[in-house]
């Protein structure tokens, strides 16, 4: 089993900052990737970026405002994000992407972690 936490949620202003962070643990040794999705309010989870555990990552965040780094000997992924806009308001999921002794992949997603930008 793997658990993931994602923390740095909160309220900024239009224009502020906000750091995320996601932390996996338990049975870290069959992580394969990890990954940020942001779930607008009334809208579906989409990806940011997916970064596997040899440096290859698939980065959709918006350029120039949101950069994603990885610690991969902490199992830990950080999102940072400037000029937040209102339309970045919506919950941030992490996925820890997990390969099982018998070969299956399975993902373990945190709880969430809220972002709201006012206006």
């Known amino acids: 089993q793997v658990q993931v936490v994602e923390s740095g949620g909160g309220w900024v202003q239009a224009g502020g900052s906000l750091r995320l962070s996601c932390a996996a643990s338990g049975s870290v040794s069959g992580i394969r990737a990890m990954g940020w999705f942001h779930q607008p309010a009334g809208g579906q989870r989409e990806i940011l970026a997916d970064?596997?555990?040899?440096?290859?990552t698939n980065d959709v965040v918006p350029v120039g405002r949101f950069t994603i780094t990885q610690d991969t000997a902490k199992n830990a992924l950080h999102l940072q994000m400037i000029s937040l806009q209102p339309e970045d308001s919506g919950v941030y999921y992490c996925?820890?992407?997990?390969?099982?002794?018998?070969?299956?992949?399975?993902?373990?997603w945190g709880q969430g972690t809220q972002v709201t930008v006012s206006s």
């Open positions: 996925r820890a992407k997990v390969t099982l002794p018998d070969g299956r992949w399975v993902d373990y």
């Open positions: 970064l596997s555990r040899d440096g290859n």
